[in-house]
């Protein structure tokens, strides 16, 4: 019995997770728009030994751009409340660009800029998956205290796994897209 109520409360308790690249550096709350003009590094750090984090991913989540392509994300102020930013190859020719208005495409709070947040249930329809539940997650996109582009991506997650085992849990990632100093060259 005491085993029983050992894994009990490990599974309610639920798990948290969280990864990060060496030396993260938190969000900085003094950026302003013209501060994320610059070349970004499209293949973020994150600490993390999964697959690549990119960028433009992020940016521009349902283009059909082969974002594997891009080398760098290049920023540029429009106006004083927009910016146009370019996806670019390793030949620095443009792939890809959009222009984001403040106020209608974004908003900047404390420094950082929130590109989604999302809810969804699942009800274990797709073949092979054991959870029933509901999910969520956002992306926040800023940049660090050294001035490098950062994102940090959360979920939650709360439901049952195989219809009667609660499984509740959070994780967050932090991805550092290097700034380049030279601009994208």
């Not at 792939?95 to 947040?117: A, C, H, P, R, W």
Request: aromatic share 10%; with cysteine.
């Amino acid at each position: 019995m005491r085993k029983f109520i050992v894994i009990l409360v490990f599974v309610l308790s639920g798990c948290v997770m969280s990864s990060a690249p060496e030396n993260n550096a938190d969000f900085s709350d003094k950026t302003k728009l013209e501060s994320f003009v610059g070349c970004y590094a499209n293949v973020g750090e994150s600490g993390f030994e999964g697959p690549q984090r990119l960028l433009s991913e992020a940016i521009w989540p349902k283009s059909t751009i082969e974002h594997n392509k891009i080398e760098f994300v290049e920023v540029d102020l429009a106006s004083e409340t927009s910016v146009l930013v370019a996806a670019k190859s390793k030949l620095n020719e443009s792939v890809y660009k959009s222009k984001f208005v403040e106020g209608q495409d974004f908003e900047i709070k404390n420094g950082q800029v929130t590109l989604n947040s999302e809810f969804s249930g699942s009800l274990a329809g797709e073949s092979g998956n054991p959870f029933i539940g509901v999910a969520g997650g956002s992306i926040m996109i800023g940049l660090d205290e050294n001035g490098h582009g950062k994102m940090s991506e959360s979920a939650t997650f709360v439901g049952t796994a195989f219809i009667f085992i609660p499984v509740a849990g959070h994780s967050t990632d932090s991805i550092r897209f290097l700034k380049l100093p030279s601009g994208c060259h």
